[in-house]
């Protein structure tokens, strides 16, 4: 079954940058006609959606108004999400998942959480 691991959090000073990764296993992206998605669940907020990308390579980072750059690397499966100016409000667990819906999801950010699996468990940062 499809496992998604991310990595990259930390602690950083406002200002400062974080890439954080995605590496899924028993699932190449590239060729899966899906989309995946970063999300963001800060203390007592619902999960929200931060950046969006389709297999065709087409992605949306709108809610980070510019500071971020959604990549892949399908050498290594890996969903990179770099996020600069990093600010408190920043503060949260991040996630990646799979929208598998892609005649949905292609060119289209799907924000909707619920509407993604599986799911990662997270990586926390935390911005002072």
């Known amino acids: 079954h499809v496992q998604l691991v991310e990595s990259g959090g930390g602690l950083v000073q406002a200002g400062g940058s974080l890439k954080l990764s995605c590496v899924a296993s028993q699932f190449t992206f590239s060729s899966s006609r899906s989309c995946m998605g970063w999300f963001r669940q800060a203390p007592g907020k619902d999960r929200e959606g931060v950046a969006h990308i389709d297999s065709d390579g087409k992605w949306n980072a709108e809610s980070l108004k510019g500071r971020s750059t959604i990549s892949t690397d399908d050498a290594n499966n890996t969903l990179d999400l770099q996020i600069d100016s990093l600010q408190p409000e920043d503060t949260a667990v991040y996630y990646c998942?799979?929208?598998?819906?892609?005649?949905?999801?292609?060119?289209?950010?799907?924000?909707?959480?619920?509407?993604?699996?599986?799911w990662g468990q997270g990586t926390q940062v935390t911005v002072s």
């Open positions: 998942a799979v929208l598998s819906q892609f005649n949905h999801c292609r060119g289209v950010f799907v924000g909707i959480w619920q509407r993604y699996a599986p």
